[in-house]
């Protein structure tokens, strides 16, 4: 009798593991009963992380699929498990039993209906519930809700929770993200690259509930990981670190030159040689930032973490070395004339005393101009060196 092949796989249940005996059963058994619930052909992988407390074991007593993954992290584990998956979707939850698999059928509908990636909500604001005792109230009404609207504020998401881990996704978009986090910044940098691709991303009301392990702990830490997310977003967003900051004290810069050379009298006070010193060090430090943001954008799309941005081809036509050179050039030699005039001026008074109120705002100037032109020559062959792969 010629055997049939079994039926393909839609939903693959990936959970990562690391001693969870108290509830892994509970959430296998759940996954399959939202299977059969929702009528699709599906399968539960359990990614351990190396459990000691016989997981491994319940899970095939509990008909799921065991990968074994020795690289620690909430990460690896989830690319080992989702690497073996054999579904055309994926979802995606944690075996503590906070996540209620019997939910699985409101993010297959979306998933079903054309979304790349379907997001789970805990929070009340986007119609999800966290019952008493699910979730430490210093993430619930801080470090969620604070974090969740920073990402929308920088990226744009259309994402209330952004720390939720139960969320679905098709497998043509997981492959085309290409992650790179192996740790607790693994879920964020899902959402953000999905973002970033344009893909359809819907979010759904799930229900928080109490964590329920009993023999330890959850393995989240609340300040590292969250300070974990937080560095990951200004890496992520070379625009928010590098280059707002730096047009910033650029216009600190010109703000305080445009009051510091007229000798302009403010609120009662004479804005002098000592503001120009300091709007000189706003200019440097906002073209070194500036410098920053074009180079670590360009370092990133290179190497796949950002996706390639239009407006960086758009600069690389228009920055080209020689017009660096010619900037970088002219403002040198506008410093350098600023600088021997006052030389001059020095010479004729003998070498002795100089009015400093009046030769500070040749010298700090020409200093400056000096200083920028030079980085600006500089910066032209190297930030060339980089544009070379995109012509």
């Known amino acids: 009798m010629e055997k049939r092949d079994s039926p393909a796989i839609e939903l693959s249940v990936v959970m990562p593991c690391l001693n969870e005996a108290d509830t892994l059963s509970i959430c296998i058994d759940k996954a399959h009963a939202a299977f059969a619930q929702c009528g699709c052909a599906g399968e539960v992988i359990v990614a351990d992380n190396g459990s000691q407390d016989g997981c491994p074991e319940i899970a095939e007593a509990h008909g799921a699929r065991v990968v074994s993954v020795a690289q620690r992290g909430y990460g690896s584990a989830l690319m080992a498990g989702i690497a073996a998956a054999r579904g055309r979707f994926v979802l995606m939850g944690d075996a503590d039993d906070s996540y209620d698999f019997l939910e699985i059928p409101n993010f297959l509908r979306e998933l079903r209906a054309g979304h790349d990636l379907v997001q789970g909500c805990r929070l009340p604001s986007g119609g999800g519930r966290i019952l008493p005792g699910a979730m430490p109230v210093l993430h619930r009404w801080l470090g969620n809700p604070l974090l969740s609207r920073l990402a929308r504020i920088m990226f744009k998401?259309?994402?209330r929770d952004i720390y939720c881990g139960m969320r679905g996704f098709t497998r043509e978009l997981y492959d085309a993200l290409d992650q790179r986090c192996t740790g607790m910044e693994f879920a964020t940098e899902m959402i953000i690259r999905s973002s970033m691709q344009g893909a359809r991303i819907r979010e759904v009301p799930i229900t928080l509930h109490p964590d329920g392990r009993k023999s330890h702990g959850p393995h989240l830490r609340t300040f590292r990981d969250g300070w974990r997310t937080l560095r990951f977003f200004l890496l992520y967003s070379p625009r928010w670190i590098f280059l707002l900051p730096g047009l910033g004290l650029l216009a600190m810069g010109f703000l305080g030159y445009a009051l510091a050379l007229p000798g302009t009298h403010l609120l009662g006070a004479q804005i002098?040689?000592?503001?120009?010193?300091?709007?000189?060090?706003?200019l440097l430090m906002g073209f070194q930032f500036l410098l920053f943001a074009v180079v670590s954008k360009a370092v990133a799309e290179s190497i796949g973490l950002l996706p390639e941005d239009p407006r960086m081809k758009k600069f690389f036509r228009v920055a080209t070395l020689e017009r660096g050179i010619l900037l970088g050039g002219g403002a040198l030699v506008a410093g350098l004339a600023l600088i021997g005039?006052?030389?001059?001026e020095w010479q004729?008074?003998?070498f002795g005393p100089l009015d400093y109120a009046s030769t500070l705002r040749h010298v700090v100037p020409g200093i400056t101009l000096?200083?920028?032109g030079i980085q600006t020559v500089l910066s032209?062959?190297?930030?060339?060196?980089l544009g070379m792969g995109r012509r």
């Open 157 to 159: 998401l259309p994402i």
């Open 272 to 282: 002098g040689a000592h503001t120009l010193l300091v709007a000189s060090l706003a």
């Open 341 to 344: 005039s006052t030389a001059i």
């Open 348 to 350: 004729r008074a003998d």
């Open 370 to 372: 000096a200083a920028l």
């Open 380 to 385: 032209s062959f190297f930030v060339s060196m």
